[in-house]
């Protein structure tokens, strides 16, 4: 029967069949480290919120196939909450990707901050997506965030207009985030500065585009862990936990 230890796999899309196989990396690894067999079970998402659940029927050198004998489709959040991560350190980039991804949210938006000290690649978008996706596994989440091309403060600002409100979370605003966020409001956006904190010129730009500043705590969380705290809060208050 499967189980929470059966191991999660992602593919592009579920095809209406009795059967999946499973190829390259992923297949590799299933067969080479994780010493799966014939009759192990499996988990087998879309990373859009589908499942199914499966057992080995087959296994050769590079791939295997799973009869399917279960499907599911995780039930829609209440609200959709999105990501405005500046960049941090690398050696802080995995545990805050781990975090976001556990945090449940939609989608994923690197931020090029003034005060970011971690430094944006040709490759760290497929970098980040790929930390997401393992974390996914570890955690069997159905529905992966998705990690967008990196934006300056300009270019952020410009897609605020995408969402029903927009939270700066700033340790030095007055309200908490309980009293900032409207209830009933379905598409969130939460901005998350750097290590070195948002920069008074960001403060007042985002301001002047109706973005509400709120705080967390007293205390000052790191900016790798403020994502799963302030999601946490508003998953919450709106009924959604």
């Given amino acids: 029967m499967p189980s929470v230890n059966s191991p999660l796999f992602f593919v592009s899309n579920l095809p209406k069949s009795e059967t999946i196989e499973i190829i390259g990396d992923d297949a590799h690894h299933a067969l080479k480290v994780l010493r799966l067999k014939v009759d192990d079970f499996v988990e087998i998402s879309d990373g859009l919120g589908k499942v199914a659940f499966g057992r080995i029927i087959e296994t050769n050198r590079k791939n295997f196939s799973v009869k399917i004998t279960q499907e599911k489709q995780q039930p829609q959040s209440k609200i959709q909450i999105s990501i405005a991560q500046a960049i941090v350190k690398s050696d802080r980039t995995k545990e805050m990707l781990e975090l976001i991804t556990q945090s449940g949210v939609h989608e994923l938006i690197p931020w090029s901050a003034e005060h970011s000290i971690g430094k944006w690649q040709t490759n760290s978008r497929l970098k980040w997506q790929t930390s997401i996706y393992e974390a996914a596994k ?7 965030p998705s990690v967008q091309e990196v934006s300056s403060t300009k270019q952020l600002i410009e897609k605020l207009s995408d969402y029903d409100q927009v939270i700066l979370l700033d340790q030095n605003a007055e309200d908490p985030i309980s009293k900032v966020y409207k209830i009933g409001k379905s598409k969130i956006l939460l901005i998350i500065g750097p290590e070195g904190g948002v920069s008074d010129a960001e403060t007042a730009q985002f301001k002047n585009t109706n973005v509400f500043a709120a705080k ?6 790191r900016s ?18």
Avoid: D, K, R
């Fill in 216 to 221: 967390l705590a007293n205390s000052t969380f």
């Fill in 224 to 241: 790798a862990h403020v994502a799963l705290a302030a999601t946490s809060a508003i998953n919450t208050l709106a009924g959604n936990w």
């Fill in 138 to 144: 570890q955690c069997h989440i159905y529905s992966v």
